[in-house]
T-cell receptor, first 109, second 115 residues
C-alpha cells in the first residue's frame, strides 16, 4: 500500500508542550506534505519537504524526512489550544497525493 | 485572491438520485484533483484532471461516478444513483502544475448525505 501510516493515532497534551507526529511509508516519493484539518473543515497545507531535503522549518513547525527509513516527523513546538486538529501526512507519488490515516491532536488549555 | 471554491457545501440526496459537486480551482490553476473522505478516515484520491482531460482516474469507482473539467467552467464530480455508502466529504484540490514541487490547494469540501 502506498498509504502513509501515522503514529500515534491520537495525542493529548497540555498547552506549551511539544507535539510530535510520525509518518512511515513504503514507496518512493517526490515529496511529502503535511496538512491540518480542523473538525468538519477543509485541509490546510502546512509544509512540503522534498525527497532531497532532510529538515524544514516553518514558524513553530519542524518537519524531518529520512528517506532511508521511509519516515517523516512533524514537531509542533509550544503548542496552543488552537493547534487542536487532525494532522495528515501525504505522499506525493505518481502525480497524486496519498494521505495517511491521520493523528488527532488535542491541546488542552 | 480566491482559493479553491466548492459548492454546494452540504448536499442531501435520497437513494437513487444524482449528486453534482462543483469545484472552481484557484485562478490560473489547470490541474484539479478530487478526493473523498469517509468519517474518521484520511482522504482517498479519486481522480486527477487537466483541462478537458482525465489524467488519472484510478481511484474512481467503476460505476456511477464520473468527473469532468471542461475548457470553460468548473470541474464537476457526478455521482449517479447515489447509495448510502456514498455519504462522505468530497474535497477538490488544484495546483498550478503537475510537478512534484507544486502544492495542492484544497477547497472546503462538499459534505454529501444520502438518506
Amino acid at each position: 500500500s502506498q498509504q502513509g501510516e501515522e503514529d500515534p493515532q491520537a495525542l493529548s497534551i497540555q498547552e506549551g508542550e511539544n507535539a510530535t507526529m510520525n509518518c512511515s511509508y513504503k514507496t518512493s516519493i517526490n515529496n511529502l506534505q503535511w496538512y491540518r484539518q480542523n473538525s468538519g473543515r477543509g485541509l490546510v497545507h502546512l509544509i512540503l519537504i522534498r525527497s532531497n531535503e532532510r529538515e524544514k522549518h516553518s514558524g513553530r513547525l519542524r518537519v524531518t524526512l529520512d528517506t532511508s527509513k521511509k519516515s517523516s516527523s512533524l514537531l509542533i513546538t509550544a503548542s496552543r489550544a488552537a493547534d487542536t486538529a487532525s494532522y495528515f501526512c501525504a505522499l506525493f507519488s505518481f502525480q497524486k497525493l496519498v494521505f495517511g490515516t491521520g493523528t488527532r491532536l488535542l491541546v488542552s488549555p | 485572491n480566491a482559493g479553491v471554491m466548492q459548492n454546494p457545501r452540504h448536499l442531501v440526496r435520497r437513494r437513487g438520485q444524482e449528486a453534482r459537486l462543483r469545484c472552481s480551482p484557484v485562478k490560473g490553476h489547470s490541474h484539479v484533483y478530487w478526493y473523498r473522505q469517509l468519517p474518521e478516515e484520511g482522504l482517498k484520491f479519486m481522480v486527477y484532471l487537466q483541462k478537458e482531460n482525465i489524467i488519472d482516474e484510478s481511484g474512481m469507482p467503476k460505476e456511477r461516478f464520473s468527473a469532468e473539467f471542461p475548457k470553460e467552467g468548473p470541474s464537476i464530480l457526478r455521482i449517479q444513483q447515489v447509495v448510502r455508502g456514498d455519504s462522505a466529504a468530497y474535497f477538490c484540490a488544484s495546483s498550478q502544475s503537475a510537478g512534484g514541487t507544486d502544492t495542492q490547494y484544497f477547497g472546503p469540501g462538499t459534505r454529501l448525505t444520502v438518506l
